[in-house]
Structures are given as C-alpha cells and as structure tokens.
C-alpha cells in the first residue's frame, strides 16, 4: 500500500489573465518518481512554484500527507516537508557552499540527510566547502543546491529543469542521485524539459501542453510517439509534424 | 603637530558618522530600504534619553542601556507593519513612505519640545579630555563614542558572519524567495535586522546629544552625512562604514581647518570625488551596484 505524499486536486494558476496552470490533478507517492514534461510554456514551472507555496492559486486545492497547504506560507510548507530546488539554482551568492547548506539546515525535520551525508554524495564539496557559491560552476551549483534542499530532510523534492544550462556529463551525474534519493522514501515531482532524461528516471508521467493535462501514465505504459504528441498538441503533430525531436 | 590633531579630531567625529551610518547600510543591504526617516528616529532617541528616562530615575549619561533596546523593538514593529506593507507594494513606497515619517517626527518633535536646543546631559565628563600635547586635546565623550561605534560594528560582524541568525539575515539579503523554499520567515529576518538597525541609531542619537546641541531638525544633516559614509566606505563592508565615516570626518576637519564654513563643503567634495572615481566605494563590491 503506498503512501500518497502529495496531492493537487484541480489547480488552476493564473499570471495576470493568462491562464498558465488549468486544472490539473496529479499524486505523488512516497518513493516515487513523477515527472511533468511539456514544452516551455506549458506551466511546469509555475506549477512547481505554486505547490512550494511561490505562487497563488486561483483555485483548487494541494494536500501534503492529508493536509491542506494550500493557505500556507512557502516557508511553513517547506518546515512540513516539502523541498523546491528552483530553476536556476537560486544559490545565495555571497555565502560559502557550507553557509548555503547551513541555510538549508536551518529548519530541517529529522532524517536521513545531513551535511557530513550531503558531503558524503558529493566528494568534492569537503576540500571547497569555503568557497563562496558564485564561484562555482553551473553543475556545481546544482548540486548545491539539491544538496541545499536535501539537508532539510524533505518528504517531497521538487526539482525544477535540473538539466537546463548544463552540460550532458554533468547532467548525468546529477540525474544518478534521483534512485538513491527516492531509496530514502522521498517523492520527488521532476520537471524536465529534455522529455528522455525526464521519463527515464519517472515512474510515472504527467504531460503538459497550454496548462492543461495531456496525458498521464507510468513511464513504462507510455510510447514515445504518445508523449511526443502530449507535448506538442495532437492536431499540430497530426498536419505538419515536429521538426526537433522533443528528445 | 596642528595637521596631526586635525586628523585626530577627524578620526574622532569620523566614529560617530560610522556608529550612525552602520544601521542606514544594514537597512539598505538587507531590505534595500534606503530609510529616510533614520536621521529623525536618532534624534527622538536622543529626546527620549533627555525627557523621558529620567523619570524612570535613569540618568541621561545611562539612557542608552534602555533605550537602545527599546528602539530595536520599534524597529522591528516599524518594519513588520509600516516598510514592509511598503516593500510589498514597490520599492519607490519606502522612500515616501519614511519621507513621510520624516516630517511627521519633525513637526511632533517640534510641536511637544519647540526647536529649543537640548544636550544629553553627560555631567562634568563633557570638559574632560586628554592632552597628551600642547595643542592636542583629546575629548573623553568624543573617544567614548568612538570606542562604542568600533564596539557595534565588531559585534555586529562577529553576529553577521558567526551566528546562525547573522547567516540568515545574510541569506535573506541575497535571496529572500530562496530563503523562504529553505523554510526561513523573511519578514521576521527582516524585523530582526531592522530591530538591530533601530538599536544603532538610537546609540549614534544619544552620543550625538552627548557630543552636541541638537533640535528636532538635527536629523536632516545627519543623515546627509550617515549616506556620505556609507557610499565612501562602500555598501554592505561594516569596515568600509567605519573607514567611510572617518575619511568623511577628516575631510571635513580639514575643511574647517581653513575655514569653518568649508566643513561640509570638503566632505562632500570627497564624496563626489569617491563617487565619480570608485562609485562601489573605497570597500564596496562591484556587483553590490548590479
């Protein structure tokens, strides 16, 4: 029987009028791995932001372990358990890499997961734990901050276009933490805009196309030409094919 | 020997400019609130040691022990009600907004103490000095307030860089949204630098009192100079504040030294100079501009 972590019940987000997030539902259990993919512009992002507290809703409503967050302030959602790891890092800058973990330490549940742990995941950071987060590099700063947000013991990750801006071998080694994570009982809710990487890692998928739900499923029901129609529209694809592979 | 004690009384007047610019830099740093109001809330502090305390049987010299922290509470409610509703809305607010409270505490002060000078009362201290050479006089109020403005700025930096809190305030200054996905209250951080801030006025207000005359209208040039020092030094560096405040003092003896009309003058010609040079400041970061 699992345990579900994390539940959106018909979300709808605006920015202004723009509609960017419509009634979407979805569940993330403990241990599992959900990724949203779609297109830039889809509304993965602010769907993230919104579940972390960053966003308003319009309407709907976001439960975590049977609770309703959806009033809460992203600070008292992020002491319940609830981690987002935002697109671009979003390091604190002038703090030394131990400094940014500290933070992230701060307010942190009981858990597997602590610095020397986070140290123990990624070998370099020990020798360099003095430097100022501005000085390392996009992957490095990436790791930061998963780091960052590990240390907190969250009950559920959400990572945010982890691959954007860096390159394929770093990417790789950033992707590899996900099963080792979730062995903890985590549930992570990936967005991902390179659709392979995302639904290699997923158990299940959740497709966005204009902020609306265009498909679900676990990653292994699901065939690529599926997915590759819920991300661009299945009329598009229907008359004039996609030129770039989603992948 | 005369250039010498000139420096001297430059270093001297140079401390009390760092122990009143330092909470305008905080506030700054921190919130990015440039706090108009922050000449006028040192000079009620320096009211409030005159007035009030003693009847609460403190002596005016004592008054700082309450109210120092007595404002860092003020601070802390001004910030979490007035600065912050002001910051939610943009940041052009802030600046009408304690613009605002500006005026108001004037015309208050005004209206209940009339423009009558007053002095905090120091007793016989205040005629005190050393005089280690004939032509050097070294006076103890002045040295008093020197020692406390490098005793804040040191704890203060102890505090920002050791303690978790400092971290954090540290944090919220770089990235309040982040601060928050790592569960961090950013208002409350807010409060709290603000409280701190509120606490150093209220210290540079007293000592102002100490060392001069002062009348509701004293805050306006004060803060003038307080915005001298923190650009000299370079936002965000609480040594820059202290070495800002006593290059400004220098200069601005200097000036007198000459003429006493050209004080003021001479210091702001060095902080047009540093501004037109070094705008980052003589220990500011370039990105702190960005």
Same mark, same amino acid.
Request: charged fraction near 15%; include cysteine.
């Given at each position: 029987?699992?345990?579900?972590?994390?539940?959106?019940?018909?979300?709808?987000?605006?920015?202004?009028?723009?509609?960017?997030?419509?009634?979407?539902?979805?569940?993330?259990?403990?241990?599992?791995?959900?990724?949203?993919?779609?297109?830039?512009?889809?509304?993965?992002?602010?769907?993230?932001?919104?579940?972390?507290?960053?966003?308003?809703?319009?309407?709907?409503?976001?439960?975590?372990?049977?609770?309703?967050?959806?009033?809460?302030?992203?600070?008292?959602?992020?002491?319940?358990?609830?981690?987002?790891?935002?697109?671009?890092?979003?390091?604190?800058?002038?703090?030394?890499?131990?400094?940014?973990?500290?933070?992230?330490?701060?307010?942190?549940?009981?858990?597997?997961?602590?610095?020397?742990?986070?140290?123990?995941?990624?070998?370099?950071?020990?020798?360099?734990?003095?430097?100022?987060?501005?000085?390392?590099?996009?992957?490095?700063?990436?790791?930061?901050?998963?780091?960052?947000?590990?240390?907190?013991?969250?009950?559920?990750?959400?990572?945010?276009?982890?691959?954007?801006?860096?390159?394929?071998?770093?990417?790789?080694?950033?992707?590899?933490?996900?099963?080792?994570?979730?062995?903890?009982?985590?549930?992570?809710?990936?967005?991902?805009?390179?659709?392979?990487?995302?639904?290699?890692?997923?158990?299940?998928?959740?497709?966005?196309?204009?902020?609306?739900?265009?498909?679900?499923?676990?990653?292994?029901?699901?065939?690529?030409?599926?997915?590759?129609?819920?991300?661009?529209?299945?009329?598009?694809?229907?008359?004039?094919?996609?030129?770039?592979?989603?992948? | 020997?005369?250039?010498?004690?000139?420096?001297?009384?430059?270093?001297?007047?140079?401390?009390?400019?760092?122990?009143?610019?330092?909470?305008?830099?905080?506030?700054?740093?921190?919130?990015?609130?440039?706090?108009?109001?922050?000449?006028?809330?040192?000079?009620?502090?320096?009211?409030?040691?005159?007035? #009030?305390?003693?009847?609460?049987?403190?002596? $005016?010299?004592?008054?700082?022990?309450?109210?120092?922290?007595?404002?860092?509470?003020?601070?802390?409610?001004?910030?979490?009600?007035?600065?912050?509703?002001?910051?939610?809305?943009?940041?052009?607010?802030?600046?009408?907004?304690?613009?605002?409270?500006?005026?108001?505490? $004037?015309?208050?002060? #005004? $209206?209940?103490?009339?423009?009558?000078?007053?002095?905090?009362?120091?007793?016989?201290?205040?005629?005190?000095?050393?005089?280690?050479?004939?032509?050097?006089?070294?006076?103890?109020?002045?040295?008093?307030?020197?020692?406390?403005?490098?005793?804040?700025?040191?704890?203060?930096?102890?505090?920002?860089?050791?303690?978790?809190?400092?971290?954090?305030?540290?944090?919220?200054?770089?990235?309040?949204?982040?601060?928050?996905?790592?569960?961090?209250?950013?208002?409350?951080?807010?409060?709290?630098?603000?409280?701190?801030?509120?606490?150093?006025?209220?210290?540079?207000?007293?000592?102002?009192?100490?060392?001069?005359?002062?009348?509701?209208?004293?805050?306006?040039?004060?803060?003038?100079?307080?915005?001298?020092?923190?650009?000299?030094?370079?936002?965000?560096?609480?040594?820059?504040?202290?070495?800002?405040?006593?290059?400004?003092?220098?200069?601005?003896?200097?000036?007198?030294?000459?003429?006493?009309?050209?004080?003021? #003058?001479?210091?702001?010609?060095?902080?047009?100079?540093?501004?037109?040079?070094?705008? $980052?400041?003589?220990?500011?970061?370039?990105?702190?501009?960005?």
């Amino acid at each position: 029987m699992s345990e579900i972590l994390l539940e959106v019940d018909e979300l709808t987000v605006h920015h202004g009028q723009l509609c960017a997030v419509d009634g979407v539902s979805f569940k993330v259990d403990r241990g599992e791995v959900l990724t949203m993919v779609g297109a830039n512009g889809a509304g993965k992002s602010t769907l993230l932001r919104t579940v972390a507290g960053l966003h308003h809703q319009t309407s709907g409503t976001i439960r975590f372990q049977g609770v309703n967050v959806t009033k809460l302030a992203p600070q008292r959602r992020a002491r319940l358990g609830i981690a987002l790891v935002p697109e671009g890092r979003r390091l604190f800058s002038s703090l030394t890499l131990e400094e940014n973990l500290q933070v992230g330490a701060h307010h942190a549940a009981r858990g597997p997961f602590s610095i020397e742990r986070v140290y123990e995941l990624f070998d370099w950071m020990p020798a360099r734990r003095r430097q100022r987060a501005w000085q390392f590099s996009g992957g490095e700063q990436q790791a930061i901050a998963i780091g960052r947000a590990l240390v907190a013991n969250p009950q559920v990750l959400l990572l945010d276009e982890l691959s954007l801006g860096l390159a394929p071998i770093v990417i790789e080694r950033i992707y590899a933490l996900i099963p080792d994570i979730v062995a903890h009982g985590v549930g992570i809710l990936l967005v991902e805009q390179d659709v392979t990487l995302g639904v290699g890692v997923a158990d299940r998928v959740h497709c966005m196309l204009e902020g609306k739900t265009s498909l679900t499923g676990t990653s292994g029901e699901l065939t690529s030409a599926q997915i590759e129609r819920a991300y661009f529209g299945g009329e598009m694809s229907a008359t004039s094919p996609p030129h770039e592979s989603p992948a | 020997m005369i250039w010498l004690n000139v420096v001297i009384q430059g270093v001297l007047v140079g401390g009390f400019y760092a122990l009143f610019a330092c909470g305008l830099s905080l506030m700054f740093g921190v919130m990015r609130v440039i706090n108009l109001a922050h000449g006028d809330m040192a000079v009620v502090a320096a009211y409030v040691a005159v007035f #009030l305390t003693p009847h609460a049987h403190i002596p $005016e010299v004592w008054a700082f022990v309450v109210v120092a922290p007595l404002f860092g509470v003020v601070g802390y409610v001004v910030q979490r009600t007035l600065i912050q509703k002001s910051i939610d809305r943009d940041p052009f607010t802030t600046l009408l907004v304690t613009f605002g409270l500006s005026v108001i505490i $004037e015309n208050l002060l #005004l $209206e209940i103490y009339s423009s009558n000078g007053q002095i905090v009362n120091v007793g016989e201290l205040i005629v005190k000095s050393w005089h280690p050479q004939t032509i050097i006089y070294i006076s103890y109020v002045s040295l008093a307030v020197l020692a406390a403005a490098v005793a804040v700025l040191g704890l203060l930096q102890v505090f920002l860089s050791k303690s978790g809190t400092g971290r954090l305030i540290r944090a919220v200054a770089d990235d309040h949204e982040a601060a928050q996905l790592s569960g961090t209250n950013y208002r409350h951080i807010f409060g709290i630098a603000a409280a701190i801030a509120f606490a150093t006025v209220a210290l540079a207000g007293i000592s102002y009192g100490m060392m001069t005359e002062f009348a509701p209208t004293s805050g306006g040039i004060n803060l003038l100079f307080a915005f001298e020092t923190v650009v000299i030094g370079g936002i965000g560096s609480l040594w820059g504040t202290l070495v800002g405040g006593i290059a400004l003092g220098v200069a601005q003896q200097f000036g007198a030294h000459f003429n006493p009309e050209y004080q003021v #003058l001479a210091g702001n010609i060095l902080f047009l100079v540093v501004l037109a040079i070094r705008p $980052e400041g003589l220990f500011g970061k370039r990105t702190a501009l960005a």
